[in-house]
């Protein structure tokens, strides 16, 4: 299929394109599940659709819902980027990572500032967790705190671990398949179009952001999302790497499910759901040791050895020299 469309498309197209790839490879990914769930545990359609719903009435409805959810997942992000980035691209690895390589210490740093900033954006959490609409939106924040107290539930749930082996299970559903089926979509495909399409990264970068965090649904849980893809957005466009941004997103879920996990088995007493802010002086050092971080990546990355032009199949906004 190499070749199968013009190498560069209109961002506009590309877009419309990503979004229409990310709709078929959902609609083939519960497809693909349910017939899974069909082989491994002999569920009917009609059961299936009920353990969408009410999960807790089957004795094996957890893994059978995360078994769901990753191969929906698979398909709705991971193959339709890769797929879109093949008949769209003769070099979808250059497409992808204009710069292939990075220096390990700066992955792993990269990888470890998500953590770092984790004590900071628990302010950010608190706040949008107590956000009060006004009076005319209060039917809108009736549906969103229902919303998010039923995401709630069913995240505690799906993350209840009885064994270090269902809670690798869950880190491979709940952090690793994300972490690089999003960064794909909208790292990988929208940011690079959007900053093809406005001409100017912060802007790609931000609103790509912003779609990382509307698609999740929740708004009690919108803007340290949005600060995450934010994050992730510079992440990537400074190191020219998708797996920058994939690291940075796996540790932030995976730090998580490790954290719920320990907390199960009584060696930690740290309450990682809570949405309260931690204490000023450890937020604030976070903040400063987190901002450091970022300072260092982003000139350290800007003094790499940039990609040739002339071997780079690539329009690459990578490595310009941008302010």
């Known amino acids: 299929m190499k070749g199968f469309m013009p190498q560069r498309l209109h961002p506009l197209m590309s877009i419309l394109l990503l979004i229409a ?30 353990i969408m719903q009410t999960p807790t009435d089957f004795p094996e409805g957890r893994n059978a819902l995360l078994i ?25 690895e250059n497409f992808l990572s204009p710069r292939p390589s990075v220096p390990l210490g700066l992955l792993l740093l990269s990888g470890l500032l998500i953590v770092l900033i984790m004590p900071a954006n628990s302010w950010l959490i608190e706040w949008n967790a107590n956000f009060k609409f006004p009076d005319f939106l209060e039917w809108f924040e009736k549906g969103a705190k229902e919303t998010e107290e039923r995401l709630k539930v069913l995240t505690q749930y799906l993350t209840q671990f009885d064994s270090v082996g269902a809670m690798l299970f869950g880190i491979l559903i709940i952090a690793v398949l994300p972490a690089i089926g999003e960064e794909l979509v909208f790292r990988g495909v929208l940011q690079q179009e ?15 952001g912003f779609l990382f965090g509307a698609i999740h649904m929740q708004f009690y849980g919108f803007f340290p999302r949005m600060a995450l893809g934010v994050v992730l957005g510079y992440l990537y466009f400074w190191s020219g790497n998708i797996w920058v941004p994939i690291l940075g997103h796996f540790m932030n879920n995976g730090f998580t499910v490790l954290m719920l996990y320990l907390q199960q088995q009584g060696a930690i007493e740290i309450d990682v759901e809570s949405t309260d802010a931690t204490t000023w002086p450890i937020s ?15 000139n350290t990355y800007r003094r790499l050895p940039s990609v040739p032009e002339a071997g780079n199949p690539v329009s690459d906004p990578f490595f310009r020299n941008e302010p």
């Open 21 to 50: 790839f990310v709709a078929m490879g959902m609609l083939i990914g519960m497809f693909a599940a349910t017939v899974a769930l069909k082989l491994g545990f002999g569920y009917s359609l009609d059961q299936v659709a009920q």
């Open 68 to 92: 769901y959810q990753g191969i929906t997942h698979l398909f709705g992000f991971t193959l339709s980027a890769l797929v879109l980035t093949k008949i769209t691209s003769r070099f979808p």
């Open 194 to 208: 959007l900053i093809r399409w406005s001409k100017n990264h912060h802007v790609g970068i931000w609103v790509a």
């Open 284 to 298: 604030l050092a976070s903040l400063l040791i987190s901002a450091a971080v970022l300072y260092f990546l982003r």
